[in-house]
């Protein structure tokens, strides 16, 4: 019997989608080529491989094709449809595919500079783009680097968007022009992916590419006051949200108008988002190549990153080894290569390295702004498990030694700037750079734990304050009974946290005392009495009468506290315990935990795997209310305290750093975690005499924790 002729009309379904799967795979890097071709056979080949009828398809493909740890993760299983997969496979691949053209790099001859920066329509476009791009290197394990890098070459793209005469973001432009460069949503976006996608070696190679690079990047890291660090403004710990009548009150020139939220496209809803500013990448860019001798141990090292050996301010590279002096690194991104990613525990590890970048944009995007705790981890909008900064920041991430630089410009330059000058005067201007060495220690605010004993604090510190107050040991008022009542059981339930202070003194009240010891440190100030609290008139009474009212206090005013005549009469003695990370993290550690307390944590150097690690981990961050940082340091002009908290919306770290001997004075680190656990903590430093309304003489600096 003739057997009738073979016909794709004729193959069972099921095996036409196993067809359609390897044609549209078998090359992984760029687009489902093959798969067109496929559709256009016939109607029932064109119905069968329809993303309508079989998503399913388009769900694989781009599996196969980008990473999904992180996303699933991070928006949970719910949010990863196939429909969903499939819209954004389709997304993904239309921006790619644009830059791969060189769509958007550089703008035509004809274009004027404010044509381009006024065009509304074009820039929302661009960010749109942006944010796609963007959040495919945050979900990077392996995959989204090389079809960004390889397939799209969006490496390329970024340096004819910043470098080149015509480049989109007009900043090679605005600088001949004697103008500073834009700053907005797309610059700070495309900032950030230049810095994800840093290859020092490949700019460095090239002595006029390097010398122009730097030359940009320059005004874009050190105008402090044209380039903000962060939003809300650094001067507010706990900023009003957008809709509260009193968040345009009391503006400064740190306010953040080129903040903007973004609902951006992904997986099928669209999210609200919003980019920290350019500043952070801008300043870790700049301190990696204007430190240009970089050891090929470090360049080609996959998961070691560096980029700048220092000695006394000055490039010394892989030979300054030599010497015997520790060698200081800025950690750049990681290198994806196919040997890197052959397991699974490599891609589940590097895709966690920047979570808290993801959550840093998630709750910056919502409104109002979310406080501690964080909200459970996975969902949209979910702030992550990162409860100490709102989930941006990870409970003990900043715990350990640092080590890094801090630079300076000569005074009269930066008064010139701040004076009016144009953006040349910096890159005319000589950059001194200093080393120093920082060994911090996180302290914890917990909900539902007890207090410790008495001798938990055994020395005392004050805050970094003139005010003889600050001096003063405890009051006696400040013993705790052993047995605690029903009010002091609530407040262990849902403490409050210290009350904003002097955004100058990193957010402490003035008249704070603080004892330290080895199991955390005790806070003492003064705080209102609550609501229809009698006045205390003894120490009993006084220790009975501790609950204070938030409400009573304007949480979001950055003023002093009133006059120490008038301050005891309406306010009472408050006394706070902060525990120690290193003392109780594992107290909530699940019993899975891997994490182990060495001799390492006696000292506060480097800790294994604390809270945030597994369920524990996250149900311990959930719990944490407010995180205070002590420690000391020191560099060429000597030793110093530091002393610090990190805000609770967005992880915005702000440290205090106080010379102990001679006339150097204080001075305010502030910035942000940068990559978790190992990346770098990076910002700006500024002088504590000028107003926090005005702009003072600042530097920027770059930290990594020492290995």
């Known amino acids: 019997m003739p057997s009738s002729p073979l016909s794709l009309n004729t193959i069972p379904v099921e095996v036409l989608h196993h067809i359609s799967f390897f044609a549209a795979t078998h090359q992984q890097l760029g687009p489902p080529s093959a798969l067109p071709a496929l559709l256009r056979l016939n109607k029932r080949i064109h119905h069968a491989l329809s ?178 660090l962060c939003h809300p403004t650094w001067t507010s710990f706990l900023p009003a949200s957008s809709s509260s009548p009193s968040s345009s009150q009391n503006p400064s020139p740190y306010t953040t108008k080129n903040h903007t939220t973004t609902h951006v496209p992904l997986y099928a809803f669209l999210l609200p988002l919003s980019i920290p500013p350019l500043a952070a990448p801008a300043i870790l860019a700049y301190l990696v190549l204007a430190n240009h001798y970089v050891p090929e141990s470090v360049l080609f090292g996959a998961g070691v990153g560096g980029g700048m050996g220092l000695a006394g301010g000055i490039g010394m590279g892989g030979m300054g080894l030599s010497t015997g002096m520790t060698q200081l690194a800025i950690a750049i991104p990681e290198r994806t290569t196919p040997s890197t990613t052959t397991t699974t525990v490599v891609e589940v590890d590097r895709s966690r390295k920047w979570d808290y970048e993801w959550a840093r944009c998630n709750t910056l995007g919502a409104s109002p702004y979310p406080v501690i705790p964080a909200a459970p981890a996975g969902g949209a909008g979910s702030a992550g498990d990162g409860g100490g900064g709102g989930g941006a920041f990870k409970p003990g991430s900043i715990e350990g030694v640092w080590e890094g630089i801090f630079t300076y410009t000569e005074f009269t330059s930066y008064a010139a700037l701040l004076s009016g000058a144009p953006p040349s005067i910096l890159q005319k201007s000589l950059i001194a750079q200093h080393r120093q060495t920082w060994k911090l220690r996180e302290h914890h605010l917990v909900a539902g734990v007890g207090y410790p004993p008495l001798s938990a604090a055994s020395s005392t510190h004050s805050s970094p304050s003139s005010s003889p107050a600050s001096s003063k040991r405890p009051p006696k008022g400040n013993t705790r009974r052993s047995s605690p009542g029903a009010d002091e059981r609530n407040e262990q339930q849902h403490p409050q946290r210290i009350p904003p202070g002097d955004p100058l003194r990193a957010y402490f009240p003035n008249d704070a005392v603080l004892s330290e010891g080895p199991g955390g440190v005790d806070v003492t100030f003064l705080a209102s009495p609550a609501a229809g609290a009698p006045s205390a008139t003894s120490e009993e009474e006084e220790d009975t009468a501790m609950a204070w009212d938030l409400s009573a206090l304007d949480m979001n005013s950055n003023a002093g506290p009133t006059s120490p005549a008038t301050a005891t009469s309406a306010r009472e003695r408050k006394s706070i315990f902060y525990r120690r990370f290193s003392a109780h993290a594992l107290d909530f550690a699940s019993p899975s935990s891997s994490g182990t307390v060495g001799d390492g944590d006696k000292d506060g150097v480097r800790h294994e795997e604390g809270a945030g690690m597994g369920e524990g981990g996250v149900e311990y961050a959930r719990k944490v209310r407010d995180i205070i940082i002590t420690g000391e340091g020191h560099s060429a002009w000597g030793e110093f305290r530091l002393l610090g908290r990190v805000r609770p919306c967005d992880g915005f770290v702000s440290i205090s750093k106080e010379y102990i001997q001679g006339d150097r004075g204080k001075w305010l680190y502030r910035g942000y975690l940068v990559g978790t656990p190992d990346g770098n903590l990076v910002g700006r430093w500024r002088d504590t005499l000028s107003p926090a309304e005005v702009h003072g003489y600042e530097g920027c600096f770059g930290m990594t924790r020492r290995m």
């Open 51 to 228: 993303q309508h009828v079989y998503p399913l398809l388009y769900a694989r493909i781009f599996l196969a094709k980008f990473d999904g740890s992180a996303p699933l993760r991070r928006l949970g299983a719910h949010e990863m449809t196939v429909r969903a997969l499939g819209d954004e496979l389709r997304r993904r691949f239309d921006v790619m595919g644009r830059v791969r053209r060189k769509f958007g790099a550089c703008v035509p001859e004809t274009s004027s500079y404010e044509d381009d920066e006024d065009d509304e329509t074009t820039l929302h476009e661009a960010s749109l783009a942006l944010w796609t791009l963007y959040i495919m290197l945050l979900e990077n394990t392996s995959l989204n680097e090389r079809q960004l890098r390889e397939y799209a070459h969006l490496d390329e793209w970024l340096m004819d968007y910043w470098f080149h005469p015509l480049g989109a973001s007009c900043t090679t432009l605005s600088i001949i022009q004697g103008r500073w460069p834009p700053n907005n949503e797309c610059t700070a976006l495309a900032m950030w992916l230049f810095w994800l996608l840093l290859r020092p070696e490949t700019i460095i190679k090239d002595d006029q590419l390097y010398r122009q690079v730097l030359s940009t990047l320059k005004p874009l890291a050190l105008a402090a006051h044209r380039y903000h």
